[in-house]
């Protein structure tokens, strides 16, 4: 179903940990996602909203060795500690980075049989993992044979990865982001929180997130935050583009079926891969 890992986003991925004795409030004040519910050597996706409601980061986060441990794109990885430290104030944390420590990865096993250092699933219908492990780890050896997935093939399933070009541009109750538990409707305050719970009682969204595969060669002038139109009328922004010509799109909901085009090249529709 998959390709190998070659050249893709994975080989950017960085990680931050986030430790001390108030590590779990700090976090949990700040995210989306309720991180109560991550018990040790578990995780979950992630994501840490403005008070608009709208995605600042996406994320895969563990609960690992009394700290939270959070896999971001390399490029968004000081920014993101920056914005933390802010709100650090009399917290009892350390924000470090930790990518000489443990590694990250996606792959389509079962992490029980892969013996991560800890895990979770992405999919409910899929099993692909989010995992991480320690590098002076034996069990290191055991990963130099997996059958690695990269982010390319997870934004081709529906999974939204914010952070860049295309932060605090969308929604996160349309981007879907509550079905892989990365934002809660259950827990305390949070950032963006009344919009998250308004937006989710909603039985008719304005708008909803789609998949599109370039018809034509791009020549890589495509990018996150990119306009979609639609005999002449604006109807979307571009959220992510993969390597293989493929991207998501936030779209109008009353945007009828006539051709979409960004930057002049025409956009197939498609259905997210499942």
Request: charged residues 25%; aromatic residues 10%.
């Amino acid at each position: 179903m998959f390709d190998n890992l070659t050249e893709s986003r994975e080989k950017n991925l960085s990680l931050l940990q986030v430790k001390g004795e108030d590590y779990m409030v700090f976090l949990n004040n700040l995210f989306a996602l309720d991180l109560t519910k991550i018990h040790d050597k578990s995780g979950s996706y992630g994501s840490w909203l403005n008070h608009q409601g709208k995605v600042k980061f996406t994320f895969s986060i563990f609960h690992l060795d009394e700290s939270l441990i959070i896999a971001t794109e390399s490029s968004d990885q000081v920014l993101l500690s920056q914005e933390l430290s802010k709100y650090k104030l009399r917290s009892k944390v350390k924000i470090n980075n930790c990518d000489d420590t443990y590694q990250h990865c996606y792959c389509e096993n079962d992490a029980k049989q892969l013996l991560a250092d800890a895990s979770f699933k992405i999919f409910s219908n899929q099993n692909i993992t989010s995992l991480i492990f320690k590098k002076n780890s034996k069990k290191r050896q055991l990963y130099r044979n997996i059958r690695t997935i990269n982010s390319d093939q997870l934004i081709k399933m529906g999974l939204p990865i914010i952070g860049g070009a295309n932060k605090e541009k969308f929604n996160s109750v349309f981007l879907n982001l509550a079905q892989y538990n990365a934002i809660s409707n259950s827990k305390g305050c949070y950032p963006g929180q009344e919009i998250v719970n308004k937006l989710s009682r909603k039985k008719n969204m304005k708008q909803s997130f789609q998949l599109f595969k370039l018809q034509n060669d791009p020549n890589k002038n495509v990018k996150a935050g990119d306009e979609i139109i639609s005999e002449n009328n604006f109807i979307g922004h571009v959220v992510n583009v993969t390597s293989d010509n493929y991207l998501t799109a936030m779209i109008l909901d009353n945007d009828n079926k006539s051709q979409k085009v960004v930057n002049g090249l025409n956009l197939e529709a498609l259905e997210f891969a499942t």
